[in-house]
């Protein structure tokens, strides 16, 4: 049971909660703002949009339901976190939940792994509570806002760019209800410039968990013929083939909820005795990032943060595989044009730190507007005024 949430009896046909009581409660004191996050993007995004919007509204109250991946990034922000007790939460209990908090908006992130955020859009729907939802990144545009095949929309969607939305809008999403908010997570690091540095030998590689199976079983491994662990097992041997790279340590920086033992066993199997290779996601991504000669990856936030901020960046998910994982980011970033260029170009690209020439395919730099905090806090704001 959720401390300080009200369980309340299981919905049948025909029965009504209190709705008409809670929407007085909500109207009888001030703005009260639910937000609920699943997954650490969506609260990334979140927090600094909720931060400025109780700058601007002191009086207003916030109350914040997390997931186990996202609570403690919302409690390190200062906010009082209530996390929920499982991995999801069903049709039932998050219309009970709502009803008992009787919020009057409902923010909420973009899992697209998990069904309780929608569940909760699909109860604020049902008792006429407005509410606000952030993209935190360019892939899966409809199906973050399905259960099934069932499209369930929030009022206001925030988007970062106009790719984003045209994307979804070709994915069946009402432009209406799409808003460009920017992107706050980024939007530091398109300021930040890193200092280029020849001196620098570390070849950083940011992992991706893109064969999670939704709950990063290590037994179960998606897209078996290209993922995280193929494109790492690819790289070692780039460093097997290639002495001279041999003189760069490798550093392994996991994303924040992948396991370690996948990883691990690829490095035992296929990495040179002679390679330095770390594992550690320790440090700060600029620190990182200031520590490297080059930073390779797949597709990943983390991967176009570097790219902003300066950094030599490679992906290396290369062109003719762009449909295995519909992830638009990659349209931002350097690539590898061919698998069959593969250790050419990483070789190559780890000595110039330049992907330039008929072995790479060029990003288009990402236009994202500025004030991205404010957009978001404006966008719910406005809920209350529709």
Request: net charge positive; glycine share 6%.
């Amino acid at each position: 049971m959720l401390h300080g949430w009200r369980r309340e009896p299981p919905l049948r046909r025909g029965y009504i909660h209190n709705d008409s009581c809670a929407t007085a409660h909500r109207q009888s004191r001030s703005t009260l703002v639910l937000v609920v996050t699943g997954d650490p993007g969506g609260a990334r995004v979140l927090i600094p949009g909720i931060r400025e919007l109780k700058r601007r509204q002191p009086r207003w109250r916030f109350k914040v339901l997390a997931g186990p991946n996202s609570a403690p990034l919302w409690s390190a922000s200062g906010f009082r976190a209530q996390p929920w007790p499982a991995l999801r939460l069903g049709r039932v209990t998050c219309r009970n939940i709502l009803l008992d908090a009787a919020p009057n908006i409902l923010v909420t992130g973009t899992s697209f792994e998990n069904s309780t955020e929608s569940w909760f859009r699909q109860a604020a729907l049902e008792t006429s509570i407005p509410s606000f939802s952030a993209l935190d990144h360019w892939c899966n545009y409809r199906h973050r806002y399905e259960i099934g095949r069932k499209l369930i929309l929030p009022d206001v969607i925030g988007v970062m760019d106009g790719l984003a939305t045209e994307k979804m809008v070709r994915a069946g999403i009402p432009r209406r209800k799409l808003a460009v908010i920017g992107h706050p997570v980024l939007e530091p690091f398109m300021k930040k410039r890193r200092r280029a540095s020849l001196a620098k030998k570390q070849v950083l590689f940011l992992s991706e968990p893109i064969s999670w199976d939704g709950k990063l079983n290590p037994k179960v491994v998606r897209y078996r013929r290209h993922n995280e662990l193929t494109i790492l097992k690819n790289l070692l041997m780039v460093f097997a083939r290639c002495s001279e790279l041999r003189r760069h340590p490798l550093r392994i920086r996991p994303h924040p909820l992948e396991p370690l033992l996948r990883l691990k066993k690829i490095l035992r199997e296929h990495a040179p005795r002679d390679l330095r290779v770390t594992i550690d996601r320790g440090r700060s991504l600029e620190k990182d990032f200031a520590c490297s000669r080059v930073v390779l990856g797949i597709t990943s936030i983390a991967l176009l943060q570097a790219l902003l901020m300066g950094a030599s960046v490679l992906s290396l998910q290369t062109e003719h595989t762009h449909g295995t994982i519909p992830d638009d980011i990659l349209c931002f970033l350097p690539r590898i044009r061919s698998k069959g260029c593969f250790i050419e170009a990483v070789s190559k690209f780890v000595r110039t730190r330049r992907a330039i020439g008929r072995s790479f395919s060029q990003g288009e730099k990402p236009r994202l507007p500025a004030n991205s905090s404010a957009r978001i806090a404006r966008q719910i704001e406005q809920l209350t005024h529709d």
